[in-house]
T-cell receptor
Framework: EAGVTQFPSHSVIEKGQTVTLRCDPI?????LYWYRRVMGKEIKFLLH????????ESGMPNNRFLAERTGGTYSTLKVQPAELEDSGVYFC???????????FGQGTRLTVV | AQSVTQLGSHVSVSEGALVLLRCNYS??????LFWYVQYPNQGLQLLLK??????LVKGINGFEAEFKKSETSFHLTKPSAHMSDAAEYFC?????????????FGTGTRLKVLA
């Protein structure tokens, strides 16, 4: 069974550009989470989807970040326009139910220059 | 609010020596606790989890952790380090708020195993 997959694995963009990250959860997992790790710091929660609905987006840094999960399958996280402080590793995770462990993808390393 | 503290951002041990990675948590409710590992160029992999059953939890690759409520700790141990254990380890507590079970992570401990 395929795990959580994220695309791309690396992205280097210039400040002011737009980047879209994609996450394909494990099939059948209704819960999808986005996390971010800024260099050397802890991994921080961004938001949580249950199917296509945003359950909790309290961790989203600002309105330059837009997450979607149309149809309740894969999810995208768009950053527009990107700023230098957006650099970091973005992790996606999915779980079958809310209180079971989450399975993480390999992350997307975003570098804004 | 919940929080996690991992003591030591870098830990070095000799091959065959005991591995001890420290994690202390803060939680106002009974916690669910997790250890994840990230090997180079890979995602986060669950090592083990505590969900209010046995306080000594055994995980993959010979790792185990003991939940100690009185000390608010969940330290990760392995009796004998192997070169392949070199990775970054994350302790996490799950926080259930408004139906979301999100993780609160520590800052991570990078384990180096010396030959």
């Amino acid at each position: 069974e395929a795990g959580v997959t994220q695309f791309p694995s690396h992205s280097v963009i210039e400040k002011g550009q737009t980047v879209t990250l994609r996450c394909d959860p494990i099939s059948g997992h209704d819960n999808l989470y986005w996390y971010r790790r800024v260099m050397g710091k802890e991994i921080k929660f961004l938001l949580h989807f249950v199917k296509e609905s945003k359950q909790d987006e309290s961790g989203m840094p600002n309105n330059r970040f837009l997450a979607e999960r149309t149809g309740g399958t894969y999810s995208t996280l768009k950053v527009q326009p990107a700023e230098l402080e957006d650099s970091g590793v973005y992790f996606c995770a999915s779980s079958q139910s809310r209180n079971t462990e989450a399975f993480f993808g390999q992350g997307t390393r975003l570098t804004v220059v | 609010a919940q929080s996690v503290t991992q003591l030591g951002s870098h830990v070095s041990v000799s091959e065959g020596a005991l591995v001890l990675l420290r994690c202390n948590y803060s939680s106002s409710v009974p916690p669910y606790l997790f250890w994840y590992v990230q090997y180079p160029n890979q995602g986060l992999q669950l090592l083990l989890k505590y969900t209010s059953a046995a306080t000594l939890v055994k995980g993959i690759n010979g790792f185990e952790a003991e939940f100690k409520k009185s000390e608010t700790s969940f330290h990760l141990t392995k009796p004998s380090a192997h070169m392949s254990d070199a990775a970054e380890y994350f302790c996490a507590v799950s926080e259930a708020t408004s139906g979301t079970y999100k993780y609160i992570f520590g800052t991570g401990t990078r384990l180096k195993v010396l030959a």
